[in-house]
């Protein structure tokens, strides 16, 4: 089977990685970090991420970029959103050009608000067929072979499909959807919100407030995702209120989990810290927020998720705030 290049080392990157090499297909997983890729191809797994879990034996690591571009039919990005373009413009540079692109990073741009397929179309061979990756699925779940749903998301309805039929297996199952825009919007609206679900919880606040979150949670990220011209059916999927919930309710969640520290007294510093990885909601707050701004949608609970992590709003403040908003028609 044509060969697959994951580029991203993290937790999702590795699992995906895992995920493609059971398939039964030849997978080359790409990281920059020299000594942590070392010790993948040594030990056979990746224990800084997702202890425990060997890889396949169609799974190999590198740090050269032309050796994972190499002959791949398949080229899959699952880096955070901060790193996006950055990975892109090493493709470029890699002189390279993917026969296909896909990627599995979730958020908006925060320097220029364009979604992840908006930088791909500035800086791809327009020839390039795309597609994207989402939906409610931890990383250590995937790695561990429980069954677990994704959306596969792609302008080219062959493509989505194609895609699609090589990563699905008895316990991975892909759906496809040619809704990028919902797709993506959901993919980064959901990690701000997650954030304030954790903090919620972390508040005492119980599972009244939980849901309450969640659902205009859920309002807001449609409404977003309308004004840029997604179709609303696809926040009723998998990559829309399955996302939201997932992260919103489970301490897996690396947003939850941030929020929850802020709202225990944790600085922003010292809760980004304690998590120990990238919390995409942090940086999804802010650019969400310039996003809603832009399109003059109304976005009030990522707004102040953005003032307490950005203003230095107190938690109980920002809920009294969302509290004494003038009542208006669901």
Not at 89 to 106: E, M, N, Y
Not at 161 to 166: F, G, P, S, T, V
Request: proline letters at 5%.
């Amino acid at each position: 089977m044509n060969r697959i290049a994951v580029l991203g080392s993290g937790s999702w990157g590795t699992a995906l990685a895992i995920q493609f090499a059971r398939t039964g297909r030849p997978t080359i997983m790409w990281g920059i970090e020299r000594d942590e890729i070392q010790a993948m191809a040594r030990e056979r797994r990746n224990d800084a991420y997702l202890p425990g879990v060997p890889f396949p034996e169609l799974l190999e690591v590198t740090t050269r970029l032309e050796d994972a571009l190499g002959d791949a039919e398949d080229v899959l990005i699952v880096v955070p959103s901060h790193a996006f373009r950055e990975t892109l413009q090493r493709i470029a540079d890699s002189g390279v050009t993917p026969r296909h692109l896909s990627w599995a990073t979730k958020g908006f741009e925060t320097a220029s608000g364009l979604l992840p397929h908006q930088v791909a179309e500035r800086m791809l061979d327009p020839g390039v067929p795309t597609a994207v990756i989402s939906g409610p699925t931890f990383a250590a779940e995937v790695a561990a072979g429980l069954p677990s749903a994704v959306t596969v998301a792609s302008a080219d309805e062959g493509n989505a499909r194609r895609l699609a039929r090589a990563i699905s297996t008895t316990t991975f199952r892909a759906y496809t959807s040619p809704d990028i825009v919902g797709v993506e919007v959901g993919g980064a609206t959901k990690n701000a919100l997650a954030i304030g679900a954790g903090i919620s919880d972390g508040l005492g606040f119980g599972a009244n407030t939980r849901i309450a979150v969640v659902t205009r949670g859920l309002m807001e990220m449609t409404r977003l995702g309308l004004a840029l011209g997604a179709q609303r059916e696809t926040f009723m999927g998998l990559s829309g209120i399955g996302d939201l919930v997932l992260t919103c309710t489970d301490d897996q969640s690396r947003n939850r989990r941030f929020g929850l520290r802020l709202a225990r007294g944790d600085s922003v510093d010292e809760a980004r810290k304690a998590i120990g990885q990238v919390v995409e909601g942090y940086y999804a707050a802010r650019a969400v927020r310039l996003a809603a701004a832009r399109l003059d949608v109304e976005m009030p609970i990522v707004e102040q998720i953005h003032r307490i992590i950005y203003e230095g709003m107190a938690p109980r403040q920002a809920v009294d705030a969302l509290m004494n908003r003038p009542l208006v028609p669901e």
